[in-house]
């Protein structure tokens, strides 16, 4: 049982619950205390101990369900038995009388009525064949191939390709006899594969698959990347708010505050037991998003807002605005509605005109001004194609010289600013970080170095 | 882990999960499988048990029957920003120390008595040098309170999502070998290992050391039928007809799109609320005057006040079907 249980924290662990070795020895020692005859307490107790946190406690509850299923039948086998179900890998290597051994004990075990042990062999050749290193959907017809060279397919077919070469009736009837068995067998291990993927291989493939996704060109996503897109954005912000919602004061050691030690020893008649030091309050990120709606960047802003919005309220102040040739302050929008729709809505209202960034500059200026101070982290995404209109540098000055940062996020690759109607360059010196940004990843790594700005 | 003691006798209450399920319905607390599980092997496995789930669940309610059905002190320490170990573990008595202090200079000419040299006078206050920094000087605070309980106590750390995380480091001490260090006095081992109750509404993430220590206990809102029955132990005047159609209401209200969902606490209030106004089924004005004592928000109240009706109708709907 001992067996059992690392193995199922090593699954545990494979689905990324982060079970540390303490948590093992407590598991040990819960079922020590509960013991193994009720599933029900085992699994509740298991959850105590090793989940530690709702999602950590629906892996588990998935997880035990599917492994101590199969456990059902795995308690240790009888030692003869597991010396006949190993036997046809000892005597691979030996010649003709071994070999029809192990195609004797492959139909045998094909036909076999006792379920039990059809299910224990099977269990014995996905250990021997390394099943449980299962990482990816594709890898699961090698391993059913390899569970069957374990049972002994290899004599099998030999036996089979001399029987078909004989042409008679009865050797024909035994042929097919053996790849009925062949295809029955195969199918049981190809349920035992696809098994042990759920337990060890699943998570491992969303992991690479949310890696892939991450890194790949938001303009280029396809329509089910765009689901994935939102929990991988979901994580990410997660990261990030644990990351940065630290407390938000520092000691300064060594600095008295004077005033409050006295205070705080006015019972003491005044002598100085306990000391004061002077804190400081660090500013809370405040962040002016201001983005570009309009067709080409469109895509982008959805999941630099999605990200935002997942941050706000625990990290940071946001007050967003979305322009195209007019500038609107969104936030009541993507307030009251669900985030797509939402997202279409202003998509709609604001950006079905043609970009001028000047006006929308403009409009900031004068009927938002006020958000922006010195705690502010103006935020632009847009690709600074005004359509040759005035870019207005002179409002943008006023505005950079104001705020804390301004940071620019550009869908467009650096060879391309300032080409065409692109004013990205002369937008440039005023900007304290002007990059590109064309993947979740790099959105990530923005916020992250922007919100590092305030500790 | 040190433990000079051997494990103290397991009291009745804890013998087994059924006993503790039996013993907190005693206090008055309906408990699920999961909850008599974390205390039965916080006992049996000496692990303080983290408890998370919305407000108002019955976090601390449960610290608070397991003390009071097992008939042991319950020790609790409110956590806040800012909180540290002069609240939590122990202070020095510096009012009392002053007073010493004053004492003794009056009578310090008694205890130097004909000391000629600065020496030979220092030589005879050594002798009371630890006066000052001994257990008659030392205020105790709530974690070491609980370790000096010599027949068991229910230590409650509420809301531990409120602190800083350095008072979490300063807890792994307390929390893995139940023991508190002071360096001037050495360290006080527990006399009793207390039950130890941790909550968290979750508004930041703890750290794996504290999480590691703990056993977890995640308490959700329950379900109808799980909650007539809290209703029924705590508000026993209530109808029955009532009950089930306050409960149907607050299960349907929970599934709206709301800001601070109603909890258990809620539906308690609103029972006794509704009992106080002579209610015996409910109405749609009777519900849209009371709305407030379930929803706290001025917006949650704005989103649901229109949709009365329609989900006491569904409400009442549901309990027909059922009996």
Known sequence: MERTLTQYIRALRAAGAGVSTTEAIDAARTLDVVGYADRTVMKTALGAVLAKSVEEKALHSRLFDLYFHRDAVTEPPPRDEADQAASPTDSEDDEADGDSDSADAFMDLAEAQDAGRTAMALEKAAQAAGTDGIRFASQASYYTRRMLEQMGVKALEQRLIGKLGEHTPEADAEARRMMEARTALQTRARAVVDARFELFGRAATETFLNEMVSERQIGALS????????????????????????????????????????????????????????????????????????????????????????????????????????????????????????????????????????????????????????????????????????????????????????????????????????????????????????????????????????? | MTHPQTPPATPPGLASIEAVTAHLASAGYISTAEISTAVFLAHHLRKPVLIEGPAGV?????????????????????????????????????????????ILKEKIHLLIDGADTLDSALAKLNGFQDLFFSRDFLEPRPLLRAMEQTSGSVLLIDEIDKSDEEFEALLLEVLSDYQVTVPEIGTIAAQYPPLVILTSNN?????DALKRRCLHLHIDFPPAELESRIVRTRVPDVSERLLAQLVAFIQRVREENIRKLPSISETIDWARTLILLHADSLDPALVRSTLNVILKRQSDIAEIAPKVDALVGAAVRDVAETV
């Open chain 2, 203 to 207: 508004t930041r993430e703890l750290g």
């Open chain 1, 223 to 455: 329509r089910t990347d765009m689901e994935r897109m939102k929990h991988v954005v979901a994580r990410m912000a997660k990261r990030l708010a644990v990351k940065h919602a630290r407390r938000r004061k520092v000691r300064n050691r060594g600095q008295l505050d004077l005033r409050r030690t006295l205070r705080a020893n006015a019972g003491h008649d005044g002598v100085p037991f306990d000391v004061v030091w002077r804190t400081k309050r660090k500013d809370r990120p405040k962040i002016v998003a201001v983005c570009d709606v309009s067709g080409s960047v469109a895509q982008y802003v959805r999941f630099l807002l999605l990200f935002l919005f997942m941050l706000r309220e625990k990290v940071t102040d946001l007050e967003t605005f979305a322009f195209s040739n007019h500038l609107e302050d969104v936030g009541p929008v993507l307030e009251s509605r669900e985030f797509n729709a939402a997202m279409d809505h202003i998509v709609m209202q604001v950006g079905s005109a043609s970009t001028d960034y000047g006006v929308a500059l403009e409009d900031l200026e004068t009927q938002f001004g006020e958000v922006i101070d010195r705690r502010t982290t103006v935020l632009i995404l847009g690709d600074g194609r005004s359509n040759h209109a005035n870019p207005r540098l002179d409002l943008f000055q006023q505005i950079a010289d104001r705020a804390k940062r301004v940071v620019w996020l550009c869908p467009e690759p650096e060879g391309s600013w300032g080409m065409g109607d692109s004013c990205l360059l002369q937008y440039r010196p005023f900007c304290t970080h002007l990059s590109h940004c064309a993947t979740a990843g790099d959105i990530e790594r923005a916020i992250d170095e922007m919100l590092l700005a305030y500790d």
């Open chain 2, 58 to 102: 019955g976090k601390t309610d449960l610290a608070r029957s397991l003390a009071l059905s097992m008939d042991i002190p319950l020790l609790r320490m409110q956590c806040y920003e800012g909180l540290d170990e002069s609240k939590a573990l122990y202070e020095w008595k510096y009012g009392k120390q002053l007073l010493y202090t004053q």
